[in-house]
């Protein structure tokens, strides 16, 4: 090897390993607020804990705020998708987390939504809510009183009853409520599955399945999933009630408890799961 490139090479891992050293370490998950530019007031944010937690009690949805003094050149977007799989925000299986991130410095603010909560809490209304609840108020020097407006604009859109006049609440013309998608699935699915198909019943399930995972999928893929399994139940539960009960026992099950290290017992993420979706801004 010629010193020159030798020296190019011994400059490309210096480099490397300097910028492996310096990325920014993701703060350790300590409570549903980490105020690390220590910018709330100690009864702000005690406030916003208890409506964090009293949602989380009400929904199973799971919301953090990371407040940073700053980036240290990391990219916005990648770093806050880091640290909210990290905390593994939301249950696992249902990605029903939510993390607010500001970065002072940076003047940067970030919604990330897990998987689950993508077809309620969507980029446009992520959107929506940095523009018009958390921005403004930041750009008056409000640092407190914008990261309190954003994150009960958030637990007002996810819960489906936002302030009235926030951002979220808006009616938007080219939005349909996830929820309508869902409903319209399994009616459309459960009506094919009866009229389209004379086959055996495993037959008009999947029909009817398969339909109604088409329709809901528009409002988000869980949605999709959730739609075709319901309209498969409802339509071997009703075939099988329409032949008087012969053959085998429908039954079902939900699962109801949490998994792995659960949220009882502390405050910790439930292993929930972040696929990019959300909004960024600056001020």
Known sequence: MSGLAFFLLTLALTSTSASLVSALDVPPLTGRIVDLAQVLPGDLAAKLTQELEAHEAKTGNQVAVLVLPSLEGEPLEPFSHRVATTWALGKKGTDNGVLLLVALR???????????????????????????????????????????????????????????GSASTRPATDETPAVQYLLIGIVVGTLAGLILSQGLQRTR??????????????????????????????????????????????????????????????????????????ASGDW
């Open 106 to 164: 940076e003047r940067k603010v970030r919604i990330e939504v897990g998987y689950g909560l993508e077809g309620t809490l969507t980029d446009l209304r992520s959107a929506r809510i940095i523009r018009n609840e958390i921005v403004p108020r930041f750009r008056a020097g409000d640092l407190p009183g914008g990261i309190a407006a954003g994150v009960r604009a958030i637990l007002g859109t996810i819960e489906g009853a936002a302030p009235e």
């Open 205 to 278: 399930a999947l029909l009817g399945s398969v339909l109604a995972f088409l329709i809901a999928q528009f409002g988000s893929i869980l949605l999709g999933v959730v739609a075709a399994a319901a309209t498969a139940f409802l339509l071997l539960l009703m075939l099988h009630a329409g032949r008087g009960g012969r053959g085998r026992h429908i039954g079902w099950t939900p699962d109801v408890g949490w998994s792995g290290g659960g949220w009882s017992g502390g405050f910790s993420g439930g292993g929930g799961d972040f696929g990019g979706g959300g």
